[in-house]
T-cell receptor, first 113, second 113 residues
Framework: GNSVTQMEGPVTLSEEAFLTINCTYT??????LFWYVQYPGEGLQLLLK?????DKGSNKGFEATYRKETTSFHLEKGSVQVSDSAVYFC????????????FGKGTKLTVNP | EAGVAQSPRYKIIEKRQSVAFWCNPI?????LYWYQQILGQGPKLLIQ????????DSQLPKDRFSAERLKGVDSTLKIQPAKLEDSAVYLC???????????FGPGTRLTVL
């Protein structure tokens, strides 16, 4: 079946540190890939997405590149801020049909000043 | 533009009681999803509607869970009777379809005692 595996959390960084959250997937076919973010007390928000191999999604300084050869979609940010503290979810979906999202377990990020 | 609305935000019930959640999607969004998010896990799809028809309910525990979307707008999700393992956050999401992404509501946190 289709699944997403994220690195175990929690992750704690100091402000301005470099962030990487690993995400790999298993899928039959070629899914679209997403990163969602959940800030404390809020709902899930779409952070970025990529719909085909070698696409790079980017938003708010975050980036992720769709790597078909390694079935990965790692999230990166060059310099994190305290306001980036949240839970980050990697997810996949197939265009057409159900288009339901299959999520990883989430990675909690805490950024300290 | 108003987002996805859900109510109640919090609910505490005892096992074997019934509970219902309500969702109002973004205006014009034909597709509506209900996800269950157990603590420490990513959201899992329970049911997907396209207008007022069910697209996918393969992971809905139909012996106790039911959902409807009358008139293709608002939706309700019901649990009857509740079990301890139903304690979770229930998320509603809506979309226009395609790869435009899903928009999530704030969720309803259910605690079953």
């Amino acid at each position: 079946g289709n699944s997403v595996t994220q690195m175990e959390g929690p992750v704690t960084l100091s402000e301005e540190a470099f962030l990487t959250i690993n995400c790999t997937y298993t899928a039959t076919g070629y899914p679209s890939l997403f990163w969602y973010v959940q800030y404390p007390g809020e709902g899930l928000q779409l952070l970025l997405k990529a719909t085909k191999a070698d696409d790079k999604g980017s938003n708010k300084g975050f980036e992720a590149t769709y790597r078909k050869e390694t079935t990965s979609f790692h999230l990166e940010k060059g310099s994190v801020q305290v306001s980036d503290s949240a839970v980050y979810f990697c997810a996949l979906s197939f265009q057409g049909g159900s288009e339901k999202l299959v999520f990883g377990k989430g990675t909690k990020l805490t950024v300290n000043p | 533009e108003a987002g996805v609305a859900q109510s109640p935000r919090y609910k505490i019930i005892e096992k074997r009681q019934s509970v219902a959640f309500w969702c109002n999607p973004i205006s014009g969004h034909a597709t509506l999803y209900w996800y269950q998010q157990i603590l420490g896990q990513g959201p899992k799809l329970l049911i997907q509607f396209q207008n007022n028809g069910v697209v996918d309910d393969s992971q809905l525990p139909k012996d106790r869970f039911s959902a409807e979307r009358l008139k293709g707008v608002d939706s309700t999700l019901k649990i009857q009777p509740a079990k301890l393992e139903d304690s979770a956050v229930y998320l509603c999401a809506s979309s226009l379809g395609g790869m435009l992404g899903q928009f999530f509501g704030p969720g309803t946190r259910l605690t079953v005692l």
